[in-house]
């Protein structure tokens, strides 16, 4: 028996590798147990949204009365008017917007420098540090509200949109969370790099970490916004009803002998409306982001 007889031929082992590869390459389809639990979740989690809505468009009576209505009625536009013009909602739209927005931006924006410090640098005491951020967020923001409130006042900033500004505007959760995403996702050598091209602390700030901290800040953004949308229980405190944001104003339409049910949903689907507005203007670009990260990583 001859050498080439003893040597297998290289067919044996080219049909796995072959499977192997284009099994690589195969796009996975979901199965029928997928899109029906995905429907499920769907319709649950849209199902509170419809009964505002449904609630919004009926009376105060029909609302009282059993069994509770399960379609949409015909006074929808009148709530909403009434609504808006009780609550003040036009006020607190442009309120909430603007607090809202520069919480999110001053988040976003001090989350990120402080999770890139650290994430990246290097300096004395800095894992104690790191441990007393988070150590922050076991405490509950309850304790919080009465030297704060004082504190404001002492600053005569009571009922001033900056009372619920600026003890927000540094998260220890952001911080956490922005300094977990930049040790994985950005490369001390990319940091060191731009180091030797010469670039100042800015620079390696502006054109390294932020591009590649952009995912995380997105996802960041709009926890952000919506926590800082609905938020509650400090602008009831520190603002009052001439200067509201919508959380507060929403509170006075529950005021009453007997209260409106149905115009309380339909303020409280006003609330609600910009939320779903941002999140189908950017949600797609926040998605994607997510996915260019992952990718990436």
């Known amino acids: 028996m001859t050498t080439s007889e003893l040597t297998l031929p290289p067919t044996a082992a080219a049909p796995q590798g072959r499977r192997r590869v284009m099994g690589a390459g195969k796009q996975l389809h979901a199965g029928p147990v997928t899109y029906v639990v995905l429907v499920v979740f769907a319709l649950v989690s849209l199902a509170p949204l419809v009964w505002t809505a449904i609630a919004a468009s009926r009376t105060n009576t029909r ?55 650290f994430a990246k640098l290097r300096f004395r005491f800095s894992t104690a540090l790191l441990l007393i951020t988070i150590g922050t967020m076991m405490v509950p923001p309850q304790l919080a509200v009465v030297p704060l409130y004082l504190w404001m006042t002492d600053l005569h900033w009571a009922n001033h949109l900056q009372t619920v500004i600026l003890p927000t505007l540094v998260s220890a959760f952001g911080t956490f969370f922005m300094r977990q995403y930049l040790v994985q996702a950005l490369p001390t050598e990319l940091i060191e790099a731009a180091r030797v091209d010469g670039a100042s602390s800015l620079r390696v700030v502006w054109h390294v970490v932020f591009p590649a901290a952009r995912p995380a800040m997105a996802v960041l953004g709009l926890l952000t916004f919506v926590m800082a949308w609905n938020d509650f229980l400090w602008p009831i405190i520190a603002l009052n009803g001439e200067n509201p944001t919508v959380q507060v104003a929403l509170n006075q339409l529950g005021t009453g002998y007997i209260p409106d049910d149905s115009v309380i949903m339909a303020g409280a689907l006003l609330g609600t409306l910009p939320l779903l507005l941002a999140f189908l203007l950017f949600g797609k670009q926040i998605v994607g982001g997510i996915m260019q990260g992952a990718v990436k990583g």
Do not use: C, R
Not at 69 to 81: D, H, Y
Not at 95 to 107: C, E, K, L, S
């Open 63 to 117: 609302l009282a009365q059993t069994p509770p209505p399960l379609w949409f009625g015909g006074n929808l536009f009148k709530n909403l008017e009434t609504a808006w013009d009780q609550a003040g909602m036009g006020t607190a739209m442009v309120n909430t917007t603007f607090v809202a927005g520069t919480i999110t931006v001053g988040t976003v924006l001090f989350s990120t420098l402080a999770g890139f410090a």
